[in-house]
């Protein structure tokens, strides 16, 4: 294309030419105000010689027009591949990027946009951010358009064209078909952490176009994968269900609305929220049964726990001591047997007997008590001293028949270092406890061992000639703990060196009141960064393969490999995103991969509601695709920048005004002849006029 102009070069400065033209209308000015002859012409002359000076020039450029930027943004999300709308993207895609093609003068940009949601990130399907990408190197009069290939479900609109950052129109060609219907649940609110035993409560409402607003619908909820109630729930109108909560750690919750016929996909029948559930308070109970040097090991570790309410009692005046002292001369506080061990027991989480015999003090009904309080899911520790091999021992009480392990009646004295078993390195109690790991152990030596034979439960530790140290058992729904030495208080004190006594004595009282991740039968699965990672702990020696259910149902077999004793894990890589369950034989276990409830599946039916605001405003259409089951792509036309770009049945993309210029010729006029010619020419006709 050629385009003519006219520029100036001045002979002198621009400054200098202008106080001369200044000087000139001044004379002219005076000559015409008092009336002189000559003065038009004089003003002629003038002009041609400041024009003279200013040099113009006329110049002829030779420019070719860039083409315009189109940029055709194609949903690639999940709700994309619903019914056929992966198809009907295609063919508007083959048909646009030809009919473009076809009519020249354009640079089609094609971006696949998948939606954001990760393991971390739900932002759903964000199409004009990856616009703005693609077309942030374009000059913004380069930019012709932009054309959405999408369902309409977008989650980035801007509030307004002026946010596009180019001024073009932006068109949406949506997909999917008219008079679609889905039903979805929602969770409107859903506690992230709970107390053990506290009843929590969900608020959610179920969602079908197709039906009449109250319309019942079944919901299931789901406890970890358990099925604890069926209701029915007015449709779009918010309801409140009831959670209970029994275990610690993650609670998984679901709440699913029974499927239609006609739905779109059943991806959103299902809402989950996921708990962490703690305890509130650990309540211990601990009776020591005669002061000595380890008394305070006990109370110190219970104490420095900030989730322990601790009970604790020492008994320093049996009741067969006799030494003539005043009743109401003593300071010592009553022993409260019957309030402790009859009436409050059960709010007890565990019982410690420290160096405990008997003396009188807790009747054998009281000790019986205990044993109950054990079978139905109480815990018991007993850390032996001398007096566990005597006469007086406890397991000669009617507690001894949920006891593990059965005094031989000696004591041996002789140093020893504590030594974690072979069943013990499995064991999430004494797996992994500083120091074990060298020979012999980093930690100071003991002197007293308790000799007893395990009856029941694992020996995690040993002591001399492979004697059981520690013994772990479960009575019915309760456990029981040994410690048959009374000298952990030498690795408390620091005793050459010391040894982990604070690790040790803790994982024991938290596995003693079964927090979940010292389960020594246990299954685990969790989600990492779109991975799912499933861990078995066991006391075998070997794991079976794990089942592992994905969302749409189907079922995969995992095989696990050991990755520390008593521990067997593997990773499932770039899983699903949902819920997924993992079995092995009785033990189950779930993992939420992904957003609980994907911003992508909240809305699902196709509209053209959304993109209309931004596509008019910024002078395109949004147009739906499919029609009464065929597909009809709107016509493409070339417009002018200032012209309308959409109609009915057609969509403009505006032309570029941008060019690149080629070659450039110059001519100036006042130069050679022509200019000499035409200052000669006015000069002459000043004196003509002047000689008449």
């Not at 056929?84 to 048909?95: N, T």
């Not at 070659?663 to 008449?692: K, M, N, Q, T």
């Amino acid at each position: 294309m050629t385009r003519f102009g006219i520029e100036f070069d001045p002979v002198l400065s621009l400054s200098l030419v202008a106080v001369l033209a200044a000087a000139l209308a001044v004379i002219v000015g005076i000559i015409l105000w008092r009336g002189l002859r000559g003065g038009l012409w004089r003003a002629l002359a003038g002009a041609l010689v400041i024009l003279a000076l200013l040099n113009p020039v006329l110049k002829r450029e030779e420019r070719d027009r860039l083409p315009g930027t189109v940029a055709i943004i194609v949903d690639e999300s999940a709700s994309q591949s619903l019914g056929q709308r992966s198809a009907q993207a295609e063919k508007a895609l083959q048909d646009l990027r030809a009919r473009i093609e076809a009519l020249g003068g354009f640079e089609i940009r094609e971006i696949h946009a998948a939606d954001t949601v990760t393991a971390t990130n739900d932002d759903g399907t964000e199409l004009f951010s990856r616009l703005g990408q693609a077309m942030n190197d374009v000059p913004a009069d380069q930019v012709a358009g932009a054309v959405l290939i999408t369902d309409g479900i977008v989650h980035d609109i801007p509030d307004n064209a002026a946010q596009l950052g180019f001024n073009a129109p932006v068109h949406a060609l949506i997909t999917g078909e008219e008079n679609e219907n889905d039903r979805r649940i929602e969770l409107l609110r859903a506690p992230r952490y709970a107390i053990l035993g506290e009843e929590q409560s969900i608020d959610f409402r179920v969602l079908d176009p197709s039906l009449t607003e109250g319309a019942p619908l079944v919901v299931v909820l789901r406890i970890d994968g358990e099925t604890i109630r069926v209701v029915r729930a007015p449709n779009d109108q918010t309801q409140t269900i009831e959670i209970p909560i029994d275990h610690a750690g993650p609670t998984i919750v679901e709440l699913e609305v029974e499927s239609s016929t006609d739905e779109l996909t059943q991806a959103n029948n299902v809402g989950v929220a996921t708990i962490d559930v703690v305890r509130e308070h650990l309540r211990v109970l601990l009776v020591s049964g005669e002061p000595h040097a380890g008394e305070r090991t006990w109370r110190n570790v219970l104490k420095s726990d900030a989730a322990v309410d601790l009970v604790h009692f020492t008994i320093l005046r049996p009741p067969e001591k006799q030494d003539g002292t005043p009743i109401n001369e003593l300071s010592l506080i009553a022993f409260p047997t019957r309030e402790l061990f009859f009436e409050k027991i059960e709010e007890f989480d565990l019982i410690i007997f420290d160096r405990y015999r008997r003396r009188g003090v807790l009747p054998a009904i009281y000790l019986d008590n205990i044993g109950n309080y054990i079978r139905k899911g109480g815990a018991v520790m007993v850390a032996a001293g001398p007096d566990y091999a005597s006469n007086a021992s406890l397991f000669r009480t009617p507690l001894g028949t949920t006891l593990p392990a059965q005094p031989t009646g000696l004591v041996i004295e002789e140093p020893f270092h504590p030594l974690v078993t072979a069943e013990g390195e499995r064991h999430p109690v004494t797996r992994n406890l500083p120091g074990a790991a060298a020979d012999p152990p980093a930690w100071s030596r003991w002197f007293r061992l308790i000799q007893a034979e395990a009856v029941a439960g694992s020996v995690t530790m040993s002591g001399p000639g492979d004697e059981p140290l520690l013994v772990l058992a479960r009575q019915d729904e309760g456990r029981v703990a040994m410690l048959l030495s009374d000298h952990a208080w030498l690795w408390a004190r620091g005793y050459r060196g010391g040894g982990p006594h604070g690790a040790l004595l803790r994982r024991l009282v938290h596995w003693l009141m079964k927090e979940p991740e010292l389960e020594e039968e246990a299954l685990r699965a969790r989600a990492v960064d779109g991975n799912l990672i499933v861990e078995r702990q066991t006391l075998s020696q070997t794991t079976n393969p794990v089942t592992i259910t994905a969302p749409d149902g189907s079922v995969s077999e995992l095989v696990l490999a050991p990755a520390e004793p008593g521990l067997w894990r593997t990773v499932a890589e770039d899983i699903g995103l949902g819920l997924h369950r993992v079995e092995d034989g009785d033990l189950r276990a779930l993992a939420h991969v992904g957003p609980a409830n994907p911003r992508e599946y909240r809305e699902v039916i196709s509209t053209t509601e959304k993109l209309q605001h931004i596509a008019k405003e910024s002078g395109g259409g949004a147009i739906r695709l499919a029609r009464a089951g065929a597909i009809s792509i709107p016509r493409i036309v070339a417009v002018s920048p200032r012209a309308p770009a959409s109609g009915r049945g057609w969509i403009g993309l505006r032309r570029s005004d941008a060019t690149i210029l080629k070659s450039i010729d110059r001519l100036p006029l006042f130069s050679g002849l022509l200019g000499l010619a035409l200052l000669v020419g006015g000069f002459a006709a000043l004196w003509y006029r002047e000689g008449r």
